[in-house]
């Protein structure tokens, strides 16, 4: 089955940077619509960032574009959110999803991995 494992999260600072990592196995990478969502405390779960599967469409929420970058290798089978500029209102848990549309909402990816939080302290 498809499994689909995040790592990177942790605590930083505000203005700091994190990099997370999404490992899949189970599927066709490569032919995959890949995306990051958070859901912070209290809120609900909303986009972060997609990458369609040949990298040639890509997606950011408002609040996200030209601190986040999101990127995928193909070879290994992951993706990436490169986090940078952090706020404190950044701080969620970020999920890793695989197989919806690039820029659409949460329901249209039937693939999550299991979340990783990320802390950003003022």
């Known amino acids: 089955q498809v499994q689909l494992v995040e790592s990177g999260g942790g605590l930083a600072q505000a203005g700091g940077s994190l990099r997370l990592s999404c490992a899949a196995s189970g599927l066709t990478f490569k032919y995959y619509n890949m995306a990051w969502f958070r859901q912070g405390p209290g809120k609900e779960r909303e986009s972060v960032a997609a990458?369609?599967?040949?990298?040639?469409?890509?997606y950011y929420a408002d609040s996200m574009r030209g601190r986040f970058t999101i990127s995928r290798d193909n070879a290994k089978n992951t993706v990436y959110l490169q986090m940078n500029s952090l706020k404190p209102e950044d701080t969620a848990i970020y999920y890793c999803?695989?197989?919806?549309?690039?820029?659409?909402?949460?329901?249209?990816?039937?693939?999550w991995g299991q979340g990783t939080q990320v802390t950003v302290a003022s």
């Open positions: 990458i369609k599967w040949n990298s040639e469409e890509i």
């Open positions: 999803a695989a197989g919806g549309t690039v820029g659409g909402p949460a329901t249209t990816y039937d693939d």
